[in-house]
Every structure is written in C-alpha cells, then in structure tokens.
C-alpha cells in the first residue's frame, strides 16, 4: 500500500483537504481525508509543500499517431484516400514509444484521448489510454470513445486539392448524411435480424459496422468545428439523426456561447496556444474556455497535440485563468471534465476511492506559478515519474 501525505488534495468531487492524503492500494485509491488509518508497512511520500491531484487528461490529441520527431513515416493520423474511414481505428496507429507520451507524463499527464485527424469527413475512432506502457493493448481505458467527424475547411482543403469531393460546406455535410443514412439503415436491419424478425442475415459492411455505435448513441461523433457556422451545421446533423455530439475545438465559441448553452453539448477548446495558421482561427483566444465554462457548459482545454506539445496541458489552463477562466473551472477542464465526457470518469479525472490511482504531485500551482515542477508521477498507484 501506499500513503501520499501533507498535500493539498485536490479530488475535484468536493473542497480541496489541506493536509489532505490519499490511500493507494493495488493500484486503486482506496481511501481520501485525513488522518487514515494505516497499515503497517505501508509506504508513504510526503507531499508537504505540494498539490496532489489527478492525474491530468487531454480530452483531443493525435499522441502517439502523429509522433514526434519522426516525420512522415511516424504520420498515422489521416488516411486521405477516402473522405469517410470509419472503419480505422486509433489503437492501430499509436506508437507508445512516442516520446510525446513520456514528456507529458513528466508534466503530469496521465491520460489522454487520441484518434485520427481532421482530413476526412468521418475519419475513425479515439480511443483513451494512459500515456505510461510499452503495449497500446494494455494501456487502454476505454476504446472506442468517439467517431471522429470533420466540418470547416480541411476536408474541403485537402479533397478540393484532388479535384475530389468535398470541396464545399455543402458536400461535406451531404456525404457524413449520406453515411448516417446508411448506418441507421444498416442498423435497423440488424436489428431486426438479432430480433428474429428477418430471416435473412444482413450482408457485412466493415463502415457501416463501425457506425453503429454512433447510431445506437454509445459514443458520440466527436466534431471537428471551429468556426461558428460549422458548429451549428454540426448541430443540426447530430439532431436530424439523434446522436451524441461533443464539439471540438469550438474557436469561435465565445461568439455564440449563448446559443450553445442552449445547446448543452460539450464542448473541448484549443489548441489555444501559437499563431492563427488558417481563417478559421481568427477568432482563437483562450479567454474562450472561461466564457463558455461561465455560460454553463462542460468544457475541457486541449492541446491537440502535437499541435501543441501535450506536456503544455498545465501551461494551456494556466494561460486561460489569465484570460479569465475560474481556477476551479480551468483544473476540472484538463481533469474530471475530459474524463465525463469521454465516459472514465468511473476510472479517472478525480481522487475517490474505488477509482484508478493515477496521482500527479505539483511542487507548486501549475496553473498559476511558473515555477512549478512535478515532484511525481503515479500511474496505477506505481510511481513512474
């Protein structure tokens, strides 16, 4: 067992405890207060001085599909020979020797949600995984997380430079509905079939197959969509077919924050930090992620790394608390906010018992001390940093 003592804990599921500690056994948390009762022989770290909090998690990268350093050979985010893949899968792709995953460890990243580019209209699953292990398989915390669907200007850049299509906003939304028509068609007559209502079994279609959790509502499409009108297409096609939909990357939220809240869909914003590379980030700010936590809405900060080198999550909420983002608003949008969105919050994104002790001890605030360093790193209640 382990013992992580004299922290101030942050649980994210209630006020922080100042002396707070935390009780690791077999790599869950089995207790959090103070003044725990303890085995003996257990181990103990003093985290006097420190934040001990949850290990934090990305909601929206490419980590481990886009590897640094490589280059093209280590480019496994788009497969941009079709507009719609959604039969690919990020755990085919994701290198763990990525040396993006180790640096964000050392940051205090323990767990990020990954998956394919935004090239294509629909472009295959995330999946989530903890950013420690030498084998993607066992690494995994949930897979699949979510469909990957893109709107705006890279499906239309990268077809468009084809002569292929899409090459407007039009098309792009008429071949993901062209999709969606066939996957709730597909769906219905499996349906039927596993009902024994049709004696004749539906013909296999490996995309279509892949859909179906989306149809079913098990995971959400996760919607590539900065600019406020590609939002609200986004919108209305996940009501046409009534499905989950978190909106990613949401550059242009703070415009529309009102008409989100509306909405009540989460929304996961950045890469918030470099230059505006491409229109549809003239409006890129990282007062984004405040105004729409303050407007209600479930909000996480992402890196979209490598975009943004994932070990700069802390950095990236820190520059929004600046901007105006609520401390506690900015800590729950890189730790339990990613985690309810992608469905782990049962394993992750906050220190309670029964949940995975993936544990991160800041000497110092990483959100508002420059200075700060990470005195340690579990993952699994097993110190890796």
Not at 68 to 93: C, F, H, K, M, Y
Request: with cysteine; aromatic share 4%; charged share 25%.
């Amino acid at each position: 067992m382990l013992l992580i003592k004299n922290g101030t804990v942050k649980t994210m599921e209630g006020p922080d405890i100042l002396g707070g500690e935390v009780l690791v056994d077999g790599g869950k948390i089995a207790a959090v207060g103070k003044n725990l009762p303890v085995p003996e022989g257990t181990e103990v770290f003093d985290a006097a001085g420190c934040i001990v909090a949850p290990g934090l998690i990305d909601g929206h990268c490419h980590i481990g599909l886009h590897e640094e350093i490589i280059g093209a050979v280590g480019l496994d985010i788009n497969e941009t020979t079709s507009p719609t893949t959604p039969q690919l899968r990020a755990i085919d792709a994701i290198n763990p020797m990525d040396e993006g995953l180790s640096e964000a460890l050392r940051a205090g990243v323990t767990c990020a949600v990954t998956g394919p580019g935004s090239a294509n209209v629909v472009g295959g699953t995330f999946c989530a995984i903890k950013l420690f292990g030498k084998r993607v398989d066992k690494m995994i915390v949930k897979d699949p997380v979510a469909m990957k669907a893109a709107f705006g200007e890279n499906p239309k850049r990268v077809y468009g430079s084809k002569q292929q299509t899409p090459v407007t906003r039009m098309a792009t939304a008429a071949i993901l509905r062209a999709l969606l028509y066939k996957a709730r068609d597909y769906e219905e007559k499996w349906a039927a079939y596993e009902r024994g209502e049709a004696e004749k079994k539906p013909d296999f279609d490996l995309q279509l197959e892949a859909m179906r959790p989306v149809i079913r509502k098990e995971i959400p499409l996760k919607a590539h969509a900065h600019r406020a009108d590609d939002i609200f297409t986004a919108l209305r096609i996940a009501k046409e077919f009534d499905l989950d939909i978190t909106l990613d990357h949401c550059t242009d939220g703070s415009l529309i924050a009102d008409e989100l809240a509306e909405e009540g869909r989460p929304v996961l914003v950045g890469p918030s930090l470099g230059s505006k590379s491409k229109i549809e980030l003239a409006n890129k700010s990282f007062e984004t992620p405040g105004i729409l936590a303050r407007a209600g809405l479930k909000t996480a900060i992402i890196t979209d790394a490598p975009v943004i080198p994932l070990a700069h999550l802390p950095l990236c909420a820190g520059l929004a608390v600046r901007a105006g983002m609520d401390e506690k608003d900015a800590w729950k949008a890189v730790t339990i906010n990613p985690a309810e969105i992608a469905g782990i919050a049962d394993r992750v994104g906050s220190l309670a018992p029964g949940k995975d002790a993936d544990i991160a001890v800041f000497r110092g605030n990483p959100l508002t001390d420059v200075g700060y360093q990470t005195a340690a790193v579990f993952v699994d209640g097993v110190r890796r940093v």
